[in-house]
């Protein structure tokens, strides 16, 4: 059981180009959550995705984000024309359901992907 | 805004003693998590409390929930210097689907 592995661990870009982050969710985990982290900050909710449909993005910026997760292969973040104010660490949740009420679990994270925009 | 809030923002204590950290919240709750993360590290999840419980208890971890006041309780006793790290607070609200976090309090445990 590998958990959620997200790649790259960290990324560098320049202003302009695009960012492109990677999820896999703990295998059987059909739930995953994407969470930007500004340095010193809590976690901020960006977009919420079972396989193929976006649950709710309410968090996610109108422009230059996106997210998708295909039913084969991991969850992407993609961020185009990335600015300085992109710089942070973007976590990846999965989750077994939606309804944890009835389970003593929360999240499963991974170790997140740290961009830097120079 | 930001539903969970933490207080203290950072607190500092000598090995051995007791760390008590603190989390309010706004809106009507299904349940309350509480977080882990190491600096530079992913969150690891601790505990998770319903709403319609009371206290719970994990380890050296009790936590506690009070829906009147909307606010829960992290306690870590006998803390270690491994406990060093920050600690958040989520909630899943009710009708929601997203598990919104606090800024988190950042605990420094001195050897």
């Known amino acids: 059981n590998a958990g959620v592995m997200q790649n790259p661990r960290h990324l560098v870009r320049r202003r302009g180009q695009e960012a492109r982050l990677r999820c896999s969710p703990m295998k059987g985990h059909s739930h995953v959550y994407w969470y930007r982290q500004l340095p010193e900050e809590g976690l901020k909710f960006m977009v919420y995705l079972q396989k193929e449909n976006i649950i709710d993005e309410s968090g996610m910026p109108k422009e230059r984000f996106s997210a998708e997760f295909p039913k084969e292969g991991p969850s992407i973040l993609r961020i185009q024309q990335v600015v300085r104010g992109d710089s942070a660490a973007y976590f990846c949740?999965?989750?077994?359901?939606?309804?944890?009420?009835?389970?003593?679990?929360?999240?499963?994270f991974g170790s997140g992907t740290r961009l830097t925009v120079v | 805004s930001q539903q969970g809030e933490e207080d203290p923002q950072a607190l500092s204590i000598q090995e051995g003693e007791n760390a008590t950290m603190n989390c309010s919240y706004k809106t009507s709750i299904n349940n309350l998590q509480w977080y882990r993360q190491n600096s530079g590290r992913g969150l690891v999840h601790l505990i998770l409390?319903?709403?319609?419980?009371r206290e719970k208890h994990s380890g050296r971890l009790r936590v506690t929930l009070d829906t009147s006041k909307k606010s829960s309780s992290l306690l870590i006793t006998a803390s270690r210097a491994a406990d060093t790290a920050s600690y958040f607070c989520?909630?899943?609200?009710?009708?929601?689907?997203?598990?919104?976090f606090g800024a988190g309090t950042r605990l420094f445990v001195k050897a």
């Open positions: 989520a909630t899943d609200n009710t009708g929601g689907f997203k598990t919104i």
């Open positions: 409390i319903r709403s319609n419980e």
């Open positions: 949740a999965s989750s077994l359901t939606l309804d944890r009420g009835g389970m003593d679990y929360g999240y499963t």
